[in-house]
């Protein structure tokens, strides 16, 4: 009796604690895998919105040790894992039970995972044609289980640092046109190699670039208009298309050129001292 007692005050306890939740912040959630941030679609959370702009703004709501709960920013409306079969996750639950509480984990690089306290997976993003959110994930965490914890405070200013970025410059893009190495005109690339190239600009000023073959990376001190770029390094792989090879020459060269940058809904432009366009980006 006194031990079913003790165990009936331990829980207690605990819904008491969750349901005394800390001051909240206002955060976006972001997948690293796409660099989509987390918007709405049907009802329920994808990883679908390119910028903040089509995105869900969330307070991130801290509860005892590493679990959370998210609610819409400015409302009672919390989210909610467990939707249908596939466990998806929606807003609009009016408390935080066991479906609304989740399991953050910090990852290397800055993102973390999230796991259903329910039934114990990871959210994955990127669940079917609409990039949906589901507690659906077993192991460690993968590609499409890694997201960023994005400051709504901090869309629109650098993190600090050296090197840093805006966060509304952050994420992973694909090259559309880039100034050629040999003459400095402003090429478009064909669409083989604008599927296969993938930026990933990071908010500590980490630039990585491939085509699929070698990596350029760079590490970058932006503010505002401002562009500044450390040293290009690339690795030593031989490619064996040609085309390949001249694209990572292209980019590496016009990432060292850059030192004004313009952002235009879901395109990124680089000029260069001279005003030129060395290299444009898309989500």
Request: aromatic letters at 6%; glycine letters at 12%.
């Amino acid at each position: 009796m006194k031990r079913l007692l003790g165990l009936a005050m331990a829980t207690f306890a605990a819904a008491l604690a969750f349901a005394a939740p800390s001051k909240a912040e206002e955060i976006y959630l972001q997948s690293t895998h796409s660099g989509h941030f987390v918007g709405e679609s049907g009802g329920l959370l994808a990883a679908n919105s390119r910028s903040v702009s089509g995105a869900v703004r969330l307070e991130i709501v801290r509860l005892q040790a590493n679990r959370v709960a998210f609610r819409l920013a400015g409302g009672n409306s919390y989210v909610r894992a467990g939707v249908g079969q596939q466990t998806y996750l929606k807003t609009g639950s009016p408390h935080i039970r066991g479906w609304e509480m989740f399991r953050m984990s910090r990852l290397p690089g800055g993102s973390v995972a999230l796991r259903s306290e329910q039934n114990g997976k990871l959210v994955r993003a990127g669940v079917g044609n609409g990039s949906f959110l589901a507690a659906i994930s077993n192991g460690k965490p993968q590609a499409w289980e890694r997201f960023r914890i994005v400051p709504a405070s901090a869309i629109a200013q650098p993190q600090g640092g050296p090197y840093a970025v805006s966060l509304a410059i952050t994420g992973v893009w694909r090259v559309r046109h880039v100034a050629a190495h040999q003459t400095g005109y402003l090429t478009e690339l064909s669409g083989r190699l604008a599927a296969a190239s993938r930026v990933e600009i990071r908010g500590d000023g980490d630039f990585r670039a491939t085509f699929g073959c070698n990596t350029i990376s760079s590490r970058i001190a932006q503010s505002g208009p401002s562009w500044n770029g450390g040293s290009v390094m690339t690795t030593k792989m031989g490619c064996p298309n040609l085309s390949v090879t001249s694209a990572e020459r292209s980019l590496a060269k016009a990432t060292g050129d850059a030192v004004r940058v313009g952002l235009d809904g879901d395109q990124l432009t680089l000029r260069d001292n001279s005003g030129n366009r060395v290299l444009v980006l898309v989500r």
